[in-house]
T-cell receptor
Framework: DTGVSQNPRHKITKRGQNVTFRCDPI?????LYWYRQTLGQGPEFLTY????????KSRLLSDRFSAERPKGSFSTLEIQRTEQGDSAMYLC??????????????FGSGTQLSVL | DAKTTQPPSMDCAEGRAANLPCNHS???????VYWYRQIHSQGPQYIIH???NNETNEMASLIITEDRKSSTLILPHATLRDTAVYYC???????????FGAGTTVTVRA
C-alpha cells in the first residue's frame, strides 16, 4: 500500500499523559498536513510542513501540541498533558505540491484518540 | 465564517445520478471550488475541483453556475460505496489549507 499511513489507529490514554502519533506520507510528497476531526464535524486544520519546515500552525494548536517532520519524511504529532477535550480523530494528509490551484491532498485513515 | 452552504443530508437510489448542491454566494474571482468525500472510518478523499468551467473526471462531474455562486457535484451512477460525507470547499488560490465545513451526508439506497 503506497498511501498515507498513520499509527496507531487507536489510542486510549488517561488525562495528563503524553501521546505521540506518527504519519508516513506518500513517498516524495513534499507537503504534509495535520488535521483534527471531532464527531459530526469536518476536519479542522492544525499545521502543515513544506519538506521539513513547519510553515503554519492554527490557533487550535495550543502549546501542548508539537509537530515535527525531521528530514522531510515522516511526521510526528505529540500532545503533552492530554485533556479530555483532545479526544478526536487526528488526520494526516500529504501532497506533491507544485502549484496550489491543482494541489490534491491524500489523507490517511487517522488516529482516533480517546482521553479518559 | 462559512464560505459554503450544503444540505446536511440527502438520499439517492443506487444506479441513479446523485446531484449534490453547494452554495458559495460570496466566492471571489480567485477562489476555487473543491469537493472531497469521507467514507466512514476513512480520511477524506479528493474528488474534483474547478474555477469556472465545468469539470469531469472518472469519479464525478462539477457544474459551476455562470455567476459562480453555486455548484453541483454529480455522481453519474451512484453505488452503495458512494455513501459518504461530501464536502464542498472554497479555496483561495494562495491559501495553504482546506477549510472543511460539516458537509452533506449522502446515503445511497439499494
Amino acid at each position: 500500500d503506497t498511501g498515507v499511513s498513520q499509527n496507531p489507529r487507536h489510542k486510549i490514554t488517561k488525562r495528563g499523559q503524553n501521546v505521540t502519533f506518527r504519519c508516513d506520507p506518500i513517498s516524495e510528497h513534499n507537503r504534509l498536513y495535520w488535521y483534527r476531526q471531532t464527531l459530526g464535524q469536518g476536519p479542522e486544520f492544525l499545521t502543515y510542513f513544506q519538506n521539513e519546515a513547519q510553515l503554519e500552525k492554527s490557533r487550535l494548536l495550543s502549546d501542548r501540541f508539537s509537530a515535527e517532520r525531521p528530514k522531510g519524511s515522516f511526521s510526528t504529532l505529540e500532545i503533552q498533558r492530554t485533556e479530555q477535550g483532545d479526544s478526536a480523530m487526528y488526520l494526516c494528509a500529504s501532497s506533491l505540491f507544485r502549484e496550489i490551484v491543482n494541489e490534491k491532498l491524500f489523507f490517511g485513515s487517522g488516529t482516533q484518540l480517546s482521553v479518559l | 465564517d462559512a464560505k459554503t452552504t450544503q444540505p446536511p443530508s440527502m438520499d439517492c437510489a443506487e444506479g441513479r445520478a446523485a446531484n449534490l448542491p453547494c452554495n458559495h454566494s460570496t466566492i471571489s474571482g480567485n477562489e476555487y471550488v473543491y469537493w472531497y468525500r469521507q467514507i466512514h472510518s476513512q480520511g477524506p478523499q479528493y474528488i474534483i475541483h474547478g474555477l469556472k468551467n465545468n469539470e469531469t473526471n472518472e469519479m464525478a462531474s462539477l457544474i459551476i453556475t455562470e455567476d459562480r455562486k453555486s455548484s453541483t457535484l454529480i455522481l453519474p451512477h451512484a453505488t452503495l460505496r458512494d455513501t459518504a460525507v461530501y464536502y464542498c470547499i472554497v479555496r483561495v488560490s494562495n491559501d495553504y489549507k482546506l477549510s472543511f465545513g460539516a458537509g452533506t451526508t449522502v446515503t445511497v439506497r439499494a
